[in-house]
């Protein structure tokens, strides 16, 4: 509560003290009684006065200081004193609690975004300077201690340390840094300091791109905001029109009708019609909803993009990058070639597991030693496979052959490690093999001894993501790839998708994303899921276009409607998920506030209900679907 | 170019949305937007028309809410 508050409610508390007097001490005199009612309603409701008054004068009558102090001064023409001063009390109290309540909301929603760096030390040649983030230049050195925020992107020149980048990333476990590293902002240095060279201005460092994005977001607006900013404009007019008439007709009309009794009514009726509950809730729910998601590290662009999410009905995948890990890593090691030697060596028992190891292993490391001064990425995947240092005093005659392979002398012995084409070049009687990625045949002294396969791997919760997208009624889980037939259908297989699209070119993939667009029903929409690097055209041609792995790439923020900031698709079922929750509690609150609205309005106008039921129309309604908001910030795994 | 503003006691996110349909038929605006939850205004405005709009923006603000004050975001 802020100093503005309490001095508003020292001044209600002492209104209110008043007006008890008045009320229970017997008084006699008439003149002190109305002087008591008065100074209380001055001290109650003065403000408010004031307020209509002045926004009359700027041109604004109807807003809702005037409907109260048109409602309040009315009571009290009609002598009706603690009423008028009571409703005035209530609405004041109402008033107070529903801005602590938007007070403490945007409290707790600065405090989920709280990942805005307050300074840099920066290191000069007489030492580190502290100073504003904005001022860093790209190339200065920065030093980022322990629990410190990292201000600017930047690379580690020095320094081991972890990263907390949980409030990036929603992902809880610290992650290493070495020199060379990059580090974004907005993320926390766990224990040792790092000094780094700072790659990106203020301006374009993450942090500044996430919030600006997240605090922008509310530009583009959901239906059910669109809804009320027009239910709003109309409604008031038309509500102000209703009483007028209630006011004046029946009297009129109707013989022996009471002109008090129905400006009363007409006065009950002005109060309940305050749009305020929608006006101020939703927009709440939407922001909560960005912020709780944004916390989970889903950036969603705007609330329109929730509504499209909620009624998702065709997830669209690519392949690369968002299903599978976009690495290539060695799935299969085998010396088929080689087994012969088992055979000959055990001729009774048969080859067990263990020789098995022994001689894949060996492939590996002859093979790891062939490839060792080769760059391409095939090389580095078998070098990374092999894991252990090589010796490079046993490697002579490297020859690498672009576009088939390597051949060289390891330890004595040649090795042939390519294609099928180096294998048929060299006349290497191989066997031909219908697998999944890219084959590495290995030859040693002429003989066929297997081969490697490495292949882009699935991630962990490739297959789990589409279970559960499966669980959350959508329809259909489609993958688009470039690769090849077998590799892509195995992949479906696998996942368990429902269509599989393969061999196309960038500009095809537009193709079928239109054609699958035809297939959602009206209400329902298509998601697509991209690693926002090449397929830009699809992410906007989708009706919520998924950029995974957002962190630090710029394009990916760029195209897409949602980023995700890990490279983990099981957010995309929570990001569902969060989306079912906002619409589920934006409906909640609409269906909810018109509906009291509407019943009181009715019940005001036969006179069944007076002002008192009239403030909770209007402040207690605002009140509970402030509070019902509240729960978009909450956000459960 | 882009100006960032605080609107310093921003209390009726009717009255948010109301400035931003005003400040967008302001000439020379190119987008802007009234953020009612962290109570900013950005607006993107031609350079040159920007000191003027700025007055303008001042003035519709008053005029919706008077006790909301503008006030640079730095």
Redesign the interface.
């Known amino acids: 509560m802020n100093d503005n508050m309490r001095k508003d409610l020292m001044r209600i508390i002492a209104g209110a003290i008043l007006l008890l007097a008045a009320l229970l001490i017997d008084i006699d005199q008439d003149w002190l009684k109305l002087a008591l009612f008065l100074t209380s309603y001055i001290l109650v409701g003065g403000d408010i006065v004031l307020?209509a008054i002045?926004?009359i004068i700027?041109?604004?009558v109807f807003d809702e200081n005037f409907l109260m102090a048109l409602a309040t001064i009315g009571a009290m023409i009609i002598s009706e004193y603690p009423e008028g001063i009571a409703v005035m009390l209530l609405y004041q109290i109402g008033e107070l609690f529903q801005?602590y309540a938007?007070d403490k909301?945007?409290k707790s929603?600065?405090d989920l975004m709280d990942i805005r760096p307050d300074y840099a030390n920066v290191k000069k040649d007489d030492g580190l300077i502290r100073i504003s983030p904005e001022d860093v230049k790209v190339g200065d050195t920065i030093v980022i201690k322990p629990g410190e925020r990292v201000p600017l992107d930047a690379r580690v020149i020095e320094g081991v340390s972890m990263l907390d980048t949980s409030a990036l990333t929603g992902e809880s476990l610290p992650r290493e840094l070495e020199p060379g590293d990059e580090i974004l902002s907005g993320c926390i240095n766990v224990n040792g300091v790092i000094t780094a060279k700072v790659t990106k201005e203020y301006e374009e460092s993450t942090v500044s791109k996430i919030l600006d994005l997240v605090?922008?977001a509310?530009?583009k607006k959901s239906r059910s905001e669109q809804f009320i900013?027009r239910f709003?404009r109309y409604y008031t007019p038309v509500v102000v029109m209703l009483a007028l008439l209630l006011a004046l007709l029946p009297p009129l009309l109707i013989k022996g009708a009471n002109f008090n009794e129905w400006t009363y009514r007409a006065l009950s009726f002005l109060v309940v019609s305050c749009?305020?509950a929608l006006?101020?809730s939703?927009?709440?729910t939407f922001?909560s909803g960005i912020g709780g998601a944004s916390k989970k590290g889903i950036l969603v662009k705007g609330s329109n993009y929730f509504e499209a999410l909620a009624n998702a009905e065709i997830m669209v995948f690519d392949k690369t990058g968002t299903l599978t890990k976009g690495v290539f890593e060695v799935q299969e090691i085998n010396p088929k070639g080689m087994m012969g030697r088992i055979y000959n060596e055990e001729d009774k028992e048969g080859p067990n597991v263990e020789r098995i190891n022994e001689i894949s292993e060996e492939l590996l490391e002859l093979t790891a030693h062939a490839e060792s001064l080769s760059t391409h990425p095939i090389s580095r995947s078998i070098l990374k496979a092999y894991g252990k240092d090589i010796d490079q005093s046993i490697v002579s005659d490297t020859n690498e052959i672009a576009g088939h392979g390597i051949e060289a002398v390891v330890r004595g012995k040649k090795i042939i490690a390519g294609n099928t084409k180096l294998m048929k070049l060299r006349g290497i009687d191989y066997t031909a093999e219908e697998l999944i990625g890219t084959v590495v045949h290995v030859a040693i002294d002429g003989q066929y001894a297997g081969y490697i396969l490495i292949a882009d791997e699935l991630k962990k919760d490739a297959a789990e993501t589409i279970k559960k997208l499966k669980a959350t009624s959508i329809k259909q889980n489609v993958m688009l790839t470039g690769d090849n037939q077998s590799v892509g259908e195995k992949i479906g297989r696998t996942l368990g998708l429902d269509k599989v699209f393969t061999e196309l070119l960038p500009a095809d993939k537009v193709d079928k994303l239109e054609d699958l667009l035809t297939l959602t029903s009206d209400k329902g929409k298509l998601v697509y899921v991209g690693d926002g690097i090449n397929d830009a055209p699809v992410l906007a041609r989708a009706d919520v276009g998924i950029a995974m792995g957002g962190l630090g790439s710029d394009a990916a923020i760029e195209a897409a409607d949602v980023v995700i900031m890990t490279d983990e698709p099981s957010k995309i079922p929570v990001a569902i998920k969060i989306a079912r929750k906002i619409i589920g509690i934006a409906n909640q609150n609409i269906i909810f506030a018109i509906g009291v609205k509407i019943a009181l309005l009715i019940l005001s106008a036969l006179g069944i209900t007076g002002l008192w039921m009239a403030i909770f129309g209007d402040v207690g309604v605002t009140i509970i679907a402030v509070i019902n908001s509240f729960r978009a910030l909450k956000i459960k795994d | 170019m882009k100006k960032r503003f605080i609107l310093e006691g921003l209390?009726?996110?009717?009255c948010?949305?109301k400035m931003e349909t005003a400040i967008n038929k302001l000439n020379g605006v190119k987008?802007v937007?009234v953020?009612?939850?962290?109570?900013?205004l950005?607006v993107e405005a031609d350079e040159d028309r920007m000191p003027s709009l700025i007055t303008e923006i001042e003035k519709i603000v008053?005029?919706?809410e008077?006790d909301t004050r503008v006030v640079p975001s730095k």
């Open positions: 307020k002045r926004n700027r041109g604004k801005s938007v909301s945007r929603i600065a605090e922008n509310s530009s900013t709003a749009p305020c006006v101020i939703i927009p709440l922001f | 209390g009726c996110a009717n948010a949305s987008e937007s953020n009612f939850m962290t109570q900013k950005t008053k005029k919706i008077p």
